[in-house]
Nanobody, 118 residues
Framework: QVQLVESGGGLVQPGGSLRLTCAASGSIFSRYNMDWYRQAPGLQRELVAA???????NYADSVKGRFTISRDNAKNTVYLQMNSLKPEDTAVYYC????????????WGQGTQVTVSS
């Protein structure tokens, strides 16, 4: 069992930055691939950024060059640094953990709201 707690969301002006944090507990963090998803009102949840246990990363085209995902296995934490934020980045952001070897073993955080508005 893995518990995920996101923090760092809030209201920011266009062009601003935020750093989201996802703290994990309850299992061996290094065995999990970690992702950030987001869901805007009326839209499906979409993958924003992913980082494997080996620290390989992948990004949605819409955030490439603006967002950076990273992880600190010693702190059981994954981060999403978001720069040059746009109004279309407004969404609830969710942390997701997927076991790298066990199919179907995955967990979600409760989400944190990010609002980009002037």
């Amino acid at each position: 069992q893995v518990q995920l707690v996101e923090s760092g969301g809030g209201l920011v002006q266009p062009g601003g930055s935020l750093r989201l944090t996802c703290a994990a507990s309850g299992s061996i963090f290094s065995r999990y691939n970690m992702d950030w998803y987001r869901q805007a009102p009326g839209l499906q949840r979409e993958l924003v950024a992913a980082i494997t246990s080996a620290r390989n990363t992948n990004y949605a085209d819409s955030v490439k060059g603006r967002f950076t995902i990273s992880r600190d296995n010693a702190k059981n934490t994954v981060y999403l640094q978001m720069n040059s934020l746009k109004p279309e980045d407004t969404a609830v952001y969710y942390c997701h953990a997927a076991h790298k070897a066990l199919v179907g073993v995955d967990y979600w955080g409760q989400g944190t709201q990010v609002t980009v508005s002037s």
